[in-house]
């Protein structure tokens, strides 16, 4: 079983940046790619990036690529989302996933998810 807790999130301008952060907990090593996902009001949960357990491996979505960034600490079981150059359309609810079974970029690969946290960017 893999915990996770997301913190970070919160009000910005558009144009302003945010830090997002995910903590795992296991009972073995986090060993696995971890992604972060997104899911706006009314609509799908929409891939947003992904990490290798290296970190020599990263894929972004084409909506937040140069503007967004993920990276990993593996000693502190922790993966992060540097949010540059925000937009309104960015404002979602973020959630991180853990040890994908299949595709990385699909939400039906992950069974470990966190309960998310809220980012809304003001225009």
């Known amino acids: 079983q893999v915990h996770l807790v997301e913190s970070g999130g919160g009000l910005v301008q558009a144009g302003g940046s945010l830090r997002l952060s995910c903590a795992a907990s296991?009972?073995?090593?986090?060993?696995?790619?971890m992604g972060w996902f997104r899911q706006a009001p009314g609509k799908e949960r929409e891939f947003v990036a992904v990490i290798s357990w290296t970190g020599e491996t990263t894929c972004y979505a084409d909506s937040v690529k140069g503007r967004f960034t993920i990276s990993r600490r593996n000693a502190k079981k922790t993966v992060y989302l540097q949010m540059n150059a925000l937009k309104p359309e960015d404002t979602a609810v973020y959630l991180c996933a853990a040890d994908p079974d299949g595709i990385w970029d699909r939400v039906e690969s992950y069974d470990y998810w966190g309960q998310g946290t809220q980012v809304t960017v003001s225009s």
């Open positions: 296991a009972r073995t090593d986090t060993t696995y790619p």
